[in-house]
């Protein structure tokens, strides 16, 4: 029998773990136990001299002359080119600009444009996700379908397979799939499932919200087609931070020109095109990534949102994202042992994979009762994780701020939170607007 995990045990890996001093670089509030990252990462101890500088400098003394003098113009480029080395792009494959949703919306028009471009009888004409995909990413994509003329097919996650072979395989144009599942925190296997599409004839979206900053991803290496992701969650950018998108050269490379068959992303926008200070009233896009600009970057949120991703960048000296990798399952795996040894009999279950390869950075619980207000009298105690219907509690590790005793804390709350049953008071009841 493996002897119980005890406090001593979380504080001797705190003394062991290399990115210890990564937690540095966060304004953490005191008291907190922060396991949201995954929904809205941490306020960086730069950001807030950053934006300043970005308000009173920049822009209140220097003015419009910003746009040159400090490199605003080329910010979704810049901070582009960074989230590139977190997921496996090339310099000028990723520009970081807005939604995530509004990003989807660019990559897969222009996937279904390809493809409708290489398939003129129409047999490939059906878009497959996952029913329980991030539902923008279902209605973007279902109102794409209904736009242009495909089906959007919803499959459980162990039916994917089938829908890459055979007769559904020849009918598909797009796989759509998040990466690491927002609810349960379930990993695809990105090299793998990629293939498989591209064997069946497909293209293939990711969509990295859950997994930029938080796992490895080598989109070049998997041959990816197109992926997007946030800048809000791992990438800790703030609340509403621009997105990103990142596009295989060879899609890149068949975008532009002006003629009856050229291939546009569909928001075509004066900052995607090549010469926007010419004022030319016919569209013209950029080349590469810069294509997919629609209008003015956002230059104070991308401010905030590169200090973010310098955040995570910052391990690249510690390490980079293998050792982030390692210390976020051993944060799960900690976790999840913890709730098995000390939560039996409160009726939690585990819904998030237990091997390595098939999960991301987080821990979803399942308990039928209850899980709204546990997650509240939990935020109440300073354990801050979210709610996601139906009953699951959500908890995120990000590797760059937690400390292995703070999961053991964490894990000591949840079991005060079911031993007292405080969660059933009413204060804990009231729904908010965000969960
Ligand atoms: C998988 C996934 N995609 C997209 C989004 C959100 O997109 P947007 O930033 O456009 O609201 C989320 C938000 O949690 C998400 O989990």
């Excluded at 532009?256 to 010469?275: E, F, I």
Aim: one cysteine or more; aromatic letters at 8%.
């Amino acid at each position: 029998m493996t002897p119980p995990i005890t406090r001593d045990t979380c504080a001797a890996l705190d003394a062991a773990d290399t990115l210890a001093p990564l937690r540095d670089q966060f304004d953490l509030p005191e008291g907190v136990i922060y396991l949201d990252g995954n929904s809205l990462g941490v306020l960086p101890r730069a950001t807030a001299g950053r934006v300043q500088d970005v308000i009173r400098r920049e822009w209140g003394q220097d003015l419009i002359q910003s746009w040159n003098k400090a490199g605003w113009i080329d910010y979704p480029q810049r901070v582009g080119d960074k989230i590139a080395r977190l997921v496996g792009g090339q310099p000028g494959e990723v520009i970081a600009a807005d939604s995530t949703s509004l990003n989807l919306y660019k990559v897969l028009s222009v996937a279904l444009a390809s493809v409708r471009a290489s398939d003129p009888d129409g047999r490939r004409r059906v878009i497959v996700s996952e029913r329980d995909n991030f539902p923008t990413d279902l209605y973007i994509a279902e109102s794409l379908a209904r736009q242009h003329g495909f089906t959007l097919r919803l499959v459980e996650t162990d039916e994917i397979a089938a829908q890459l072979t055979g007769t559904a395989g020849d009918a598909l144009a797009v796989l759509m799939l998040t990466h690491v599942n927002y609810r349960t925190g379930r990993q695809h296997a990105m090299a793998d499932v990629t293939a498989a599409a591209h064997a069946a004839g497909a293209l293939v979206v990711w969509d990295l919200a859950h997994s930029a900053g938080a796992v490895p991803v080598d989109l070049n290496g998997c041959d990816a087609d197109f992926a997007i992701g946030c800048g809000y969650k791992y990438l800790n950018g703030g609340p509403g931070s621009p997105a990103f998108l990142w596009v295989h050269p060879r899609h890149l490379a068949r975008l532009g020109g002006d003629g009856k068959d050229a291939l546009w992303q569909p928001l075509a926008g004066w900052m995607g095109h090549a010469a926007p200070f010419e004022f030319t009233p016919g569209y013209r896009p950029a080349a590469g990534v810069t294509g997919f600009l629609c209008g003015t970057p956002s230059a104070i949120a991308l401010a905030a949102l590169e200090c973010g991703v310098d955040t995570v960048l910052a391990a690249e000296a510690l390490g980079g994202m293998a050792a982030v990798r390692a210390k976020s399952l051993a944060l799960t795996d900690l976790f999840s042992a913890l709730v098995a040894q000390r939560c039996a009999g409160h009726g939690l279950t585990l819904q998030t994979p237990t091997e390595p390869a098939l999960r991301g950075s987080q821990v979803s619980l399942y308990r039928d009762e209850g899980a709204y207000a546990i997650v509240q009298a939990l935020i109440a105690r300073g354990v801050v994780g979210d709610y996601r219907a139906p009953g699951i509690l959500r908890f995120g590790f990000t590797p760059l701020y937690l400390r292995f005793a703070d999961v053991w804390d964490a894990v000591e709350h949840l079991v005060q939170v079911l031993q007292t049953g405080e969660w059933r008071e009413e204060r804990f009841h009231q729904r908010a607007a965000v969960t």
